[in-house]
């Protein structure tokens, strides 16, 4: 157990050197930090307990869901039957409930079986049950009621917080924080935890806003006027401008030209002409097509941009847009038009997201945090040291330099992955010294056993390492599963704990195990003791 080759030493301590070299940036400032390749800019970043940030959880628009959820389906039941030829009437959404009427009798079972295939089984585990989308019913004088189910509007309200959180977390991610934090909570709710960030007002606006863009032909046929007096076409929409004055700005079509989906690129920029703020935005093939097409045939028509419902734009078409690009221009600042191409880009949420609990945690709590963290760091680092060396002699200083390597290993593996640390992190640090000192303390505690028993000076080291190995190994693996547990299952700063728990657990075996007993063994070689004397 005591010999090492030349190639295993030299590993040993080239991995160790390696790793704790990585550790090395968290000493830099950000400025420093930007001047050293990119490979070498990985770093611990603290968390929102440490170096403060905004605290955000987001409730998804349950109303809105259903809501959208039973237009869908009218839009459905018009689809299947105009696809079937049969005539209807009264076709009405009542809460959850469509209702359709048929005209002739003689297409009545027809339209039912037609209805009914719109009707789904749901997926996942609850397909096994039998459960499905929608109850449809003979409600009887040829009137057909369609209902959605609680479990489908409790799965597509699940689908819609799967989305909003990729959607959130690109917006987020394009303000250029750093290692924000974006995970579900309970069935509905998203939370939002942005470290270094103290303007949650932005972030509010930012990821709380729906962003559905849609391109529409203005209708020219009546004026916003005539429509305040009721007189609004069917096919039409009353919108308001980004003016908000309570005077209707356009009558707009419902039918949409372009959507927001279709966009591939947006960037703010300034235009050449006026220099003011604006945003380029480039479509896909089959949205440039489109594009291209209503502007071929609405030459001399204004085109509305509508944003959640808000014209924000209605420009003139000139001649035709060809090219599938243009520019958005509404009077904007940088900051506002840097935020909506980083809300285009990122793509509109399926649904509205309602802010219901909002903070800020201060950089001076953080900063206690920290302090705090260090001196109980600091303490039980001397305490430790000072017990080593006073129990154990010289073997306490070999174990108190295997543990410093130890935590600066940590602290080089955690940068290696751009961990996030948070103040239960440094907790699962400062316990993972315990842990590493423990093992020391079995390994020496098992070579004082030996030499009682008689054995020489290197019969004695090479059994205390190989018996102590098992009774160590089995109390890390049982630690480093609890560690994986409480990573998988737990959220926040419990993962934060669980990360640094199993990265020192890890390095605590490495030391142990392999750094420890070089160094042993190169004593051993170095002083070459007859008789072992371990105080």
Known sequence: MLYFSRWKALATLLTAFVVCLFAVPNFFGDATLKRLPAWAQRHVVLGLDLQGGSHILLEVDANYVRKEKAEQLRDDVRRVLREARVGYTGLVVRGLTVEVRIREESNFDAALAKLRELSQPLGGLLSATGQRSLDVVDAGNRVIQLTITQPAITERIRQSIEQSIQIVERRVNELGTVEPLIQRQGIDRILVQVPGLSDPERLIKLIGQTAKLTFRMVDMSISPEQALQGRVPPESDVLYGPQKDGKPAYVIEKRIVVSGEDLTDAQPGFDQRTSEPIVSFKFNINGARRFAQATQENVGRPFAIVLDNEVISAPVIREPILGGSGQISGSFTVQQANDLAILLRAGALPAPLQVIEQRVVGAGLGQDSIQNGKRASYLGAVLVILSMLLIYGKFGLI????????????????????????????????????????????????????????????????????????????????????????????TGPVRGFAVTLGVGIITTVFTAFTLTRLIVSWWVRWARPQRLQIS
């Open 399 to 490: 174990a108190n330099v295997a543990v410093a390597i130890n935590v600066a290993m940590i602290f080089g593996v955690l940068s290696l992955i751009n961990a996030t640390l948070t103040l239960p992190g440094i907790i699962g640090i400062v316990l993972t010294i315990g842990i590493a000192v423990d093992s020391n303390v079995l390994i020496y505690e098992r070579i004082r056993e030996e030499v009682r028993s008689g054995r020489t000076a290197i019969a004695a080291i090479d059994a205390g390492f190989t018996r102590a190995l098992a009774t160590i190994l089995d109390s890390n693996i049982t630690t480093f599963i609890a560690a994986a547990v409480l990573f998988f299952i737990g």
